[in-house]
């Protein structure tokens, strides 16, 4: 089937989510009413709570939850065929991201604009605060143990990306000491950092770096090199003030986005590649995991991401002009990551090989498909900037660096955040080197992920990346369990039907908890101890939310009844 | 339709972060603004601006963009340049203008650009600019 009429249909469904079950949302749902004074009139400052133009909003708001996941799990899940994955992504983004991001937003607007770590704890009670923190706490430490991965296994298979990639480290500097100094406009700048990054791509072909050699004289292999330079790397970007690199580099990737989106769909409708991938792999390897329930967990951001709830809460919410307006800005915030994730799928399904047979060598095993998603995605993608006249292998860097700059970025965020979490979880529990020593709590933030990065696997490659990758999907997917069960009870109390938030809730538990009960038995099975306790450890955050969830949700209902039964109301 | 853009950065925004940008979305009390200094300095002294013309303009639209929301800010000030009137290199030269951190634009006119502005000599320029612009 020609991608194209892929990518139409799907953008057509999703049209169709926005203006029929957004609206359904927003009238039957959520109730939401234009005349509700919300957090950015009644505290209206001009700093924090500013009412903003939906557009803008939307533009903030979407820039702020994309990354590099929504790439890395479909290019995964296509391992069962373009068919499951897609249908995940598209009945995921209408059905339980709509509703999740779109729910999150309106819940906290109608709370003063708190984060879901606060209202988790207002909604349903303080213990349910501390899971939250234990949830974020794991899935920090994995989505910093996994980008490590996707960057090194990216400069293993792409060594001319490295010089652009860390020529943009300075580069960036550059630009963020003169555009905060001199406060000029950094929209020259940054796209002449864009342009220049770009222009280092040939540079970086003729000189690749490759830690074959250095890798080999000191008995250990150039993945293993690669993930400890990144950690050495977020150890120290993380301590450094966001002005001097991580926000410069912003500029840069928030040009390298769009660029990237452009020249996906572009190059598709230029080339107009069928699809070669199987529309559902009948036959899978033995030995792989089944694609239900493991298709739900590898693809979180792109179906559903827990992750966007932070953005949406405490964030979004402070700037929203009118409450009607948390449609647009929640619910099609939902579909543009899952536009990113569509392109994805397309770039590893149509743009990756020439036929089925290539394809398949391509996908033979779950080991190899994890382990080398973000090189097919690259190379799918290497296809479509083909289309636009760029050499192949000079789009294969150019792909390489957009993923990497994403992924660099995250590990930035992510190890900086840990760090704050683990201060948190230090005060909370009483320790006093965690919580002021800030050397522990980043040494902390940064050995726990490059212990996991490093935990050897059961094959040659002597990584469990695709492992890992399913237990970070776990976590994220738990995160969204818990706004989704703040959504619900909130829902609930405003005598609304809460069923377009308990379905995807009650789906993510159970799909979530079956995939850790299965990775348990194959952990245990391998003898894998460390992923074993971590996998029973998420597996017990898991059991905690749902009986926190049904806790909710029944007094809720029980409160409801009363208010009944005292006004005679049947 | 007479309107005002300021252009300042949004702390905790970070595109290609997977979400991990927003520092501060965790909890409320978790995060660091101590990360975002720099912002928040910005963002204080044109909060100080925004307040200013809200309370002595209050007819006047007021709009707050970051300066990466390139595909919104970008338009915005080439629509209202030519509405304007303004035309070719004087468009071109608001937009390199207003795209600057802390950049003023009254109905695609440039006031202000680079450090935070003082907001009484602001709000002066501002009610020449309004009052030219009703005259007009």
Same mark, same amino acid.
């Given at each position: 089937?020609?991608?194209?009429?892929?990518?139409?249909?799907?953008?057509?469904?999703?049209?169709?989510?926005?203006?029929?079950?957004?609206?359904?949302?927003a009238?039957?749902?959520y109730?939401?009413?234009?005349?509700?004074?919300?957090?950015?009139?009644e505290?209206?400052?001009?700093?924090?709570?500013?009412?903003?133009?939906?557009?803008?909003?939307?533009?903030?708001?979407?820039?702020?939850?994309?990354?590099?996941?929504?790439?890395?799990?479909?290019?995964?899940?296509?391992? +069962?065929?373009?068919g499951p994955?897609?249908?995940w992504?598209?009945?995921?983004?209408?059905?339980?991201?709509?509703?999740?991001d779109?729910?999150?937003?309106?819940?906290?607007?109608?709370?003063k604009?708190?984060?879901?770590?606060?209202?988790?704890?207002?909604?349903?009670?303080?213990?349910?605060?501390?899971?939250?923190?234990?949830?974020?706490?794991?899935?920090?430490?994995?989505?910093?143990?996994?980008?490590?991965?996707?960057?090194?296994?990216?400069?293993?298979?792409?060594?001319?990306?490295?010089?652009?990639?860390?020529?943009?480290?300075?580069?960036?500097?550059?630009?963020?000491?003169?555009?905060?100094?001199?406060?000029?406009?950094?929209?020259?700048?940054?796209?002449?950092?864009?342009?220049?990054?770009?222009v280092?791509?040939?540079?970086?072909?003729?000189?690749?770096?490759?830690?074959?050699?250095?890798?080999?004289?000191?008995?250990?292999t150039?993945?293993?090199?690669?993930?400890?330079?990144?950690?050495?790397?977020?150890?120290?970007?993380?301590?450094?003030?966001?002005?001097?690199?991580?926000q410069?580099?912003?500029y840069?990737?928030?040009?390298?986005?769009f660029?990237?989106?452009?020249?996906?769909?572009?190059?598709?409708?230029?080339?107009?590649?069928?699809?070669?991938?199987?529309?559902?792999?009948?036959?899978v390897?033995?030995?792989?995991?089944?694609?239900f329930?493991f298709?739900?967990?590898?693809?979180?951001?792109?179906?559903?991401?827990?992750?966007?709830?932070?953005?949406?809460?405490?964030?979004?919410?402070?700037q929203?002009?009118?409450?009607?307006d948390?449609?647009y800005?929640?619910?099609?915030?939902?579909?543009?990551?899952?536009?990113?994730?569509?392109g994805?799928i397309?770039?590893?399904?149509a743009?990756?090989?020439?036929s089925?047979?290539?394809?398949?060598?391509?996908y033979?095993?779950?080991?190899?498909?994890?382990?080398?998603a973000?090189?097919?995605?690259?190379?799918?993608?290497?296809?479509?900037?083909?289309?636009?006249?760029?050499?192949?292998?000079?789009?294969a860097?150019?792909?390489?660096?957009?993923?990497?700059?994403?992924?660099?970025?995250?590990?930035?965020?992510?190890?900086?955040?840990?760090?704050?979490v683990?201060?948190?979880?230090?005060?909370?529990?009483?320790?006093?080197?965690?919580?002021?020593n800030?050397?522990?709590?980043t040494?902390?933030?940064?050995?726990?992920?490059?212990?996991m990065?490093l935990?050897?696997?059961?094959?040659?490659?002597?990584?469990?990346?695709?492992?890992? +990758?399913?237990?970070?999907?776990?976590?994220?997917?738990?995160?969204?369990?818990?706004?989704?069960?703040?959504?619900?009870?909130?829902?609930?109390?405003?005598?609304?039907?809460?069923?377009?938030?308990?379905?995807?809730?009650?789906?993510?538990?159970?799909?979530?908890?079956?995939?850790l009960?299965?990775?348990l038995?194959?952990?245990?099975?391998?003898?894998?101890i460390?992923?074993?306790v971590?996998?029973?450890?998420?597996?017990?955050?898991?059991?905690?939310?749902?009986?926190?969830?049904v806790?909710?949700?029944r007094?809720?209902?029980?409160v409801l009844?009363r208010?009944?039964e005292?006004?005679?109301?049947? | 339709?007479?309107?005002?853009?300021?252009?300042?950065?949004?702390?905790?925004q970070?595109?290609?972060?997977?979400?991990?940008?927003?520092?501060?979305?965790?909890?409320?009390?978790?995060?660091?603004?101590?990360?975002?200094?720099?912002?928040?300095?910005?963002?204080?002294?044109?909060?100080?601006?925004?307040?200013?013309?809200?309370?002595t303009?209050?007819?006047?639209?007021?709009?707050?963009?970051d300066?990466?929301?390139?595909? +919104?800010?970008i338009?915005?000030?080439?629509?209202?340049a030519?509405?304007?009137?303004?035309?070719?290199?004087?468009?071109?030269?608001?937009?390199?203008?207003?795209?600057?951190?802390?950049?003023?634009i009254?109905?695609?006119?440039?006031?202000?650009?680079?450090?935070?502005?003082?907001?009484?000599?602001?709000?002066?320029?501002?009610?020449?600019?309004?009052?030219?612009?009703?005259?007009?």
């Open positions: 089937m020609p991608g194209i009429i892929v990518l139409v249909g799907v953008l057509v469904l999703y049209a169709l989510g926005y203006r029929f079950y957004s609206r359904y949302l009238d039957r749902v109730a939401l009413d234009p005349d509700f004074v919300v957090p950015s009139r505290f209206e400052d001009g700093v924090d709570y500013v009412p903003t133009n939906k557009h803008v909003l939307f533009g903030h708001h979407f820039t702020s939850i994309a990354g590099a996941a929504p790439i890395v799990g479909p290019a995964i899940a296509v391992f +069962w065929g373009w994955a897609l249908a992504v598209v009945l995921g983004t209408i059905f339980a991201a709509g509703v999740h779109f729910g999150a937003l309106v819940v906290s607007v109608r709370n604009a708190q984060s879901i770590g606060t209202l988790t704890s207002e909604v349903i009670n303080a213990r349910a605060r501390t899971l939250f923190l234990l949830i974020i706490f794991f899935l920090l430490t994995l989505v910093n143990a996994v980008f490590a991965v996707v960057i090194a296994i990216l400069f293993e298979t792409n060594p001319g990306a490295v010089i652009p990639i860390f020529l943009e480290i300075p580069l960036a500097i550059g630009i963020g000491r003169y555009i905060y100094r001199t406060r000029s406009g950094a929209l020259v700048p940054s796209l002449i950092g864009v342009a220049l990054l770009y280092m791509i040939p540079v970086g072909q003729a000189f690749p770096i490759s830690l074959d050699g250095v890798a080999g004289t000191l008995g250990t150039p993945r293993v090199l690669w993930v400890l330079i990144m950690f050495t790397y977020a150890f120290i970007a993380c301590r450094l003030p966001v002005w001097v690199l991580l410069p580099r912003d840069i990737n928030s040009h390298q986005l660029i990237a989106l452009a020249v996906i769909f572009l190059g598709l409708s230029i080339g107009l590649d069928r699809i070669d991938a199987p529309f559902v792999r009948t036959a390897p033995e030995g792989s995991p089944s694609w329930p298709l739900f967990v590898t693809i979180a951001c792109g179906a559903i991401s827990g992750f966007h709830s932070l953005v949406s809460s405490g964030t979004t919410a402070k929203l002009a009118s409450e009607p948390a449609r800005v929640g619910y099609m915030g939902a579909i543009g990551e899952g536009s990113l994730a569509l994805a397309l770039a590893v399904s743009g990756l090989s020439q089925l047979g290539d394809w398949e060598g391509l033979p095993d779950f080991g190899t498909a994890a382990d080398g973000v090189g097919n995605f690259v190379n799918g993608v290497a296809q479509f900037v083909n289309y636009l006249g760029v050499p192949l292998s000079t789009g860097v150019f792909a390489a660096v957009v993923v990497v700059s994403f992924a660099a970025t995250t590990m930035d965020t992510g190890v900086r955040l840990q760090r704050y683990i201060e948190e979880i230090g005060q909370a529990a009483g320790v006093r080197v965690l919580q002021r800030i050397w522990v709590s040494s902390l933030a940064v050995i726990v992920p490059l212990g990065a935990i050897p696997g059961g094959d040659d490659r002597g990584f469990t990346f695709g492992r890992l +990758w399913t237990l970070f999907g776990t976590t994220n997917q738990l995160t969204a369990g818990l706004a989704l069960a703040v959504v619900a009870v909130w829902v609930l109390m405003r005598r609304r039907n809460p069923l377009a938030v308990l379905v995807p809730l009650i789906f993510l538990l159970l799909m979530t908890s079956w995939a009960l299965l990775n038995k194959t952990f245990i099975e391998q003898g894998d460390l992923l074993t971590l996998d029973l450890v998420i597996f017990v955050l898991a059991m905690w939310l749902i009986v926190e969830a806790g909710a949700l007094r809720a209902r029980a009844q208010e009944r005292g006004t005679g109301v049947r | 339709m007479r309107r005002v853009i300021l252009v300042r950065e949004w702390d905790g970070t595109s290609g972060s997977g979400c991990c940008g927003r520092l501060g979305g965790v909890c409320d009390d978790l995060g660091n603004a101590d990360d975002y200094a720099r912002s928040r300095a910005d963002m204080e002294a044109m909060g100080a601006v925004y307040r200013g013309i809200r309370r303009y209050p007819d006047v639209h007021v709009e707050i963009c300066p990466r929301n390139m595909f +919104w800010l338009p915005a000030i080439v629509h209202d030519r509405r304007r009137g303004l035309r070719g290199a004087e468009v071109r030269a608001q937009v390199r203008r207003g795209v600057a951190r802390n950049a003023v009254v109905d695609g006119l440039v006031l202000h650009w680079g450090e935070p502005p003082a907001v009484a000599p602001l709000l002066d320029a501002l009610e020449r600019e309004l009052g030219a612009a009703v005259s007009r």
